[in-house]
């Protein structure tokens, strides 16, 4: 693969939802891989992106948000060879280990977008998209911080453009409120249909779940119940 150069999003992309970007210090072996597979992964953004040319031949397109430590991310594109792949991730800890699974599984059906994931919203057409993860996002607890919460009407507005028609956005939390947040958010977003098949049925996980580092940790804290949503696109 060859790193893509593409053309540069609409101007006036709000702020970024993220607080920090360096994170964790890559070690000498990891940062070695990253220096070398990386560039031949990224996707670097220079106007509008057809994620079909990306993976030609693909079944699916599907985009993971903030996929962290990159175990479900790695995890499905295994399972799902004929399925392109974009992650996105801005934290050097979690771009390594995705590096990493990418290496040792030769997983050809991933790239790696490395800024703002509503910047590469911006840049994809309509209705090109089968999914969208959003796997355990910061939840931004305090009030003043909520404007960082990755789920708001100008995300929910261009996720609802780029998914086809029945294609899923799945969300996954531990805290309460973000939940609520994002179904009242979701209720006022008319392009979307939440339908689960029974009351409660929410706190499922998806099939085929297995936990993630960050789901893990918190049962370790004490936060034993989920929220796994499944937005449909009208």
């Given at each position: 693969m060859t790193a893509h150069q593409l053309p540069k999003t609409r101007a006036g992309a709000p702020r970024a939802?993220?607080?920090?970007?360096?994170?964790?210090?890559?070690?000498?072996?990891?940062?070695?891989?990253?220096?070398?597979?990386?560039?031949?992964?990224?996707?670097r953004l220079a106007g509008a992106l057809d994620p079909a040319s990306l993976f030609p031949g693909a079944e699916r397109i599907v985009v993971e948000i903030g996929y962290g430590g990159g175990e479900h991310l790695a995890r499905k594109a295994a399972e799902e060879p004929g399925t392109g792949f974009i992650g996105c991730e801005v934290f050097t800890g979690g771009i390594g280990k995705?590096?990493?699974?990418?290496?040792?599984g030769g997983l050809d059906n991933v790239l790696l977008y490395t800024d703002d994931a509503l910047k590469l919203l911006l840049a994809l057409p309509r209705a090109s998209?089968?999914?969208?993860?959003?796997?355990?996002?910061?939840?931004?607890?305090?009030?003043?911080?909520?404007?960082?919460r990755f789920v708001s009407p100008t995300t929910l507005a261009?996720?609802?453009?780029?998914?086809?028609?029945g294609g899923r956005f799945y969300f996954a939390t531990d805290i309460e409120d973000y939940a609520d947040?994002?179904?009242?958010?979701?209720?006022?977003?008319?392009?979307?249909?939440?339908?689960?098949?029974?009351?409660?049925?929410?706190?499922?996980?998806?099939?085929?779940?297995?936990?993630?580092?960050?789901?893990?940790?918190?049962?370790?804290?004490?936060?034993l119940t989920s929220f796994y949503f499944a937005f449909v696109r009208t």
């Amino acid at each position: 693969m060859t790193a893509h150069q593409l053309p540069k999003t609409r101007a006036g992309a709000p702020r970024a939802f993220f607080g920090r970007r360096a994170g964790k210090t890559l070690h000498g072996g990891q940062k070695a891989l990253v220096e070398e597979l990386l560039p031949q992964v990224e996707i670097r953004l220079a106007g509008a992106l057809d994620p079909a040319s990306l993976f030609p031949g693909a079944e699916r397109i599907v985009v993971e948000i903030g996929y962290g430590g990159g175990e479900h991310l790695a995890r499905k594109a295994a399972e799902e060879p004929g399925t392109g792949f974009i992650g996105c991730e801005v934290f050097t800890g979690g771009i390594g280990k995705m590096v990493q699974a990418i290496a040792a599984g030769g997983l050809d059906n991933v790239l790696l977008y490395t800024d703002d994931a509503l910047k590469l919203l911006l840049a994809l057409p309509r209705a090109s998209l089968d999914a969208v993860y959003l796997l355990y996002p910061d939840p931004w607890p305090k009030t003043r911080h909520h404007k960082r919460r990755f789920v708001s009407p100008t995300t929910l507005a261009e996720l609802a453009r780029v998914l086809r028609p029945g294609g899923r956005f799945y969300f996954a939390t531990d805290i309460e409120d973000y939940a609520d947040w994002t179904l009242a958010h979701i209720l006022r977003t008319p392009s979307f249909r939440f339908a689960p098949e029974a009351p409660g049925g929410w706190h499922e996980p998806y099939p085929g779940w297995q936990p993630t580092r960050y789901e893990r940790k918190a049962r370790r804290e004490g936060r034993l119940t989920s929220f796994y949503f499944a937005f449909v696109r009208t």
